[in-house]
């Protein structure tokens, strides 16, 4: 075998296994689920055979380094809440969008509890646009990321206008400008961000308004087809954020809206275990929550 046959051989091994290194293996993931007795099915996805590089466009959640937990009012203080409770159930949820191949996880789940607090609040329901945060909240920084309080505090601030004023693209151009004579929706919200202390803190937030999270996605998630995840195997892929819209006391589970299409999950959401808010995942490790001005205070009934 000549100089150049050799190149070509170990050029295809080298290419292979770092192919091989880039993807976990979805048997391994069935495996590891069978092992732990975990309750979620795992399969070939959108996602499953992406790169972290390709990943990074669909993780884009940044942590704020220096949150402030005694901002977080929702205290569960002893408060019996329903052993379920999904705010589905309320209309109270917009559709399942698809962020595309953009690191803009932090203003979907943002503007989802946005358009959630104004539905709450009595307003009637519209598609607000998300790409308004990506291009002009100059403290993010659109498809390469951002975080989910300064998304929520432009919000609070500026607002959005409609989905049909500046449709989304999935880019972080400034170009075009939104429709003519716009006016940004911003008169509909409380803002409040931080980090639950527990569980319990969690779900009294929820009880509120749905709540926009952050928590760390791991490569077995991307395998991820239905049931109740719990992180089983894989490395880090990134941080992600989502919106939480209800919980299940019985099979211990919080109900979540994702940014991934309607194809994804369970049409659009999936189920975390409780145990993922204490573990390596965190989930919760971030979150605000969006309240019509019209809303009560926290409550603890």
């Known amino acids: 075998m000549n100089h150049l046959a050799n190149m070509l051989v170990l050029g295809s091994l080298l290419g292979g296994m770092q192919a091989s290194a880039l ?22 996805t959108a996602f499953s055979r992406r790169t972290p590089e390709e990943m990074r466009l669909r993780l884009g959640l940044r942590l704020d380094e220096t949150p402030e937990p005694a901002e977080w009012l929702f205290v569960a203080d002893g408060a ?12 109270a949820v917009t559709p399942v969008r698809d962020q595309g191949e953009c690191g803009s996880c932090w203003a979907f789940a943002t503007v989802a509890a946005f358009e959630s607090a104004a539905i709450i ?12 945060l990506i291009s002009y909240s ?11 309080s300064t998304a929520a505090a432009f919000l609070k601030r500026i607002g959005t206008v ?19 004579g716009w006016i940004a929706q911003r008169d509909v919200l ?41 992180h089983v195997s894989g490395h880090l892929a990134g941080l992600h954020a989502v919106l939480i819209v209800g919980w299940n006391d019985t099979e211990e589970y ?5 940014s991934w299409g309607p194809d994804w999950g369970e049409d659009g959401y999936f189920r975390i275990a409780y145990s993922e808010v204490d573990n390596d995942v965190e989930f919760g ?16 009934d």
């Not at 993807?23 to 070939?44: F, M, P, S």
């Not at 100059?138 to 989910?148: F, I, P």
């Open 23 to 44: 993807a976990i293996d979805l048997v391994d993931v069935k495996q590891a689920i069978a092992d732990r007795g975990a309750a979620w099915t795992a399969g070939e």
């Open 80 to 91: 019996t809440l329903p052993a379920s409770f999904d705010w589905r159930d309320h209309d």
């Open 121 to 132: 609040d009595g307003f009637d329901p519209r598609d607000e646009s998300e790409q308004f």
């Open 138 to 148: 100059y403290q993010n920084d659109g498809c390469d990321g951002g975080y989910l």
């Open 162 to 180: 409609s989905e049909d004023c500046l449709a989304y693209r999935a880019d972080d151009r400034l170009r075009p400008p939104p429709c003519r």
């Open 190 to 230: 409380n803002l409040w961000a931080g980090v639950p202390r527990t569980l319990a803190d969690l779900k009294q937030a929820v009880y509120e308004a749905p709540v926009a999270v952050g928590f760390r996605v791991f490569d077995d998630f991307l395998f991820y087809q239905g049931g109740i995840y719990t």
């Open 254 to 258: 919080f109900i979540v809206k994702n």
């Open 285 to 300: 490790m971030d979150a605000v929550v969006l309240m019509g001005i019209r809303s009560s205070a926290p409550r603890n």
